[in-house]
């Protein structure tokens, strides 16, 4: 039996694999390639006034849940907020990631774009290059956005998916994030107005938009 294709969405908190790719991820998901969403922090500063224990079970639970209605398999790692760099050499994150990527040999990775103004999103842009550098395989290498609004990567190609068949599956997905309704109202409308663009673009009611850059 021939395997699965493998696609892997790196994203530094629990919902931005589905701000930045969930339409795609239920795409592919229903052309029954194999998703993985490697999240690398729970996001314990989003409430600093709860136990982080609570936090994380909460946000856990809410990116499991987006999960199951995409289509795909989410790992968590525990990283410190603003503090990814360190946090990830410290707890060698390097070594297992490496192993997962050869062990599954994607076909396609998708990361925050360097754009991005958050400095977690910055990280994790980075740390992707590096993993490059150290991997057997060659997979192609896509940037996705969540709070940038006007994306200016234009000497990279631009690839764009259809997904007006899993528009709705994806804001039932958002909808899981409860405890993320006022952090994420701004990528949120963002998010349809670039859908509804990436739409026009493509002659089709929504879109999402990545930059090739490997």
């Given at each position: 039996m021939a395997q699965k294709e493998t696609v892997i969405i790196f994203g530094a908190h629990s919902d931005d694999f589905?701000?930045?790719?969930?339409?795609?991820?239920?795409?592919?998901?229903e052309e029954k390639k194999k998703i993985i969403s490697i999240v690398f922090s729970y996001g314990e500063?989003?409430?600093?006034?709860?136990?982080?224990?609570?936090?994380?079970?909460?946000?856990?639970?809410?990116?499991?849940?987006?999960?199951?209605?995409?289509?795909?398999?989410?790992?968590?790692?525990?990283?410190?907020?603003?503090?990814f760099q360190e946090e990830y050499e410290k707890k060698q994150l390097a070594k297992k990631l490496i192993t997962l990527l050869n062990k599954e040999k994607p076909s396609k990775i998708f990361t925050h774009s360097l754009e991005d103004l958050h400095p977690d999103h910055k990280a994790i842009h980075n740390i992707t290059l590096s993993l490059l550098e150290q991997i057997n395989s060659k997979?192609?290498?896509y940037i996705y956005s969540i709070w940038n609004p006007v994306s200016l990567q234009t000497k990279f190609p631009?690839?764009?998916?259809?997904?007006?068949?899993?528009?709705?599956l994806l804001l039932q997905a958002l909808k899981c994030f409860r405890s993320q309704q006022l952090h994420i109202s701004y990528p949120?409308?963002?998010?349809?107005?670039?859908?509804?663009?990436?739409?026009?673009?493509?002659?089709?009611?929504?879109?999402?938009?990545?930059?090739?850059?490997?």
């Open positions: 589905v701000i930045g790719a969930g339409g795609t991820i239920a795409k592919y998901s500063n989003s409430h600093p006034w709860l136990k982080e224990k609570v936090v994380q079970e909460m946000r856990l639970k809410e990116a499991k849940n987006a999960s199951k209605l995409l289509g795909c398999q989410t790992i968590f790692f525990d990283l410190k907020e603003l503090h997979p192609e290498v631009a690839l764009y998916i259809n997904i007006s068949k899993q528009f709705s949120f409308i963002l998010l349809i107005f670039r859908a509804f663009q990436n739409g026009l673009k493509i002659r089709t009611w929504f879109g999402e938009k990545f930059f090739r850059i490997r």
